[in-house]
């Protein structure tokens, strides 16, 4: 598998850049505003949600990496 990998919840307002099997950034959609955090998973629950979002299981959809970098750019 190569990394980047996009993914999104289903509702639109989260939006993932997973770089590795253990790291992420996600984009937090509030109201008008974007929020950017970075995620290292480290324990158990993190680690399978993680894996969740790589196999692209329900609520996580595929997400294209242009309309990613656009929605980052609103930062």
Do not use: W
């Not at 680690?47 to 309309?67: G, V």
Request: proline share 4%; aromatic share 10%.
């Amino acid at each position: 598998m190569s990394f980047p990998i996009f993914r999104k919840l289903s509702n639109n307002k989260s939006f993932y850049r997973i770089s590795s099997e253990t790291d992420f950034e996600e984009l937090q959609v509030v109201g008008s505003k974007v929020l950017c955090s970075e995620h290292k998973a480290t324990k158990y629950p993190e680690l399978i949600r993680l894996k969740e979002m790589i196999a692209c299981n329900s609520p996580f959809e595929e997400h294209d990496a242009l309309d990613y970098k656009s929605l980052k750019a609103k930062l």
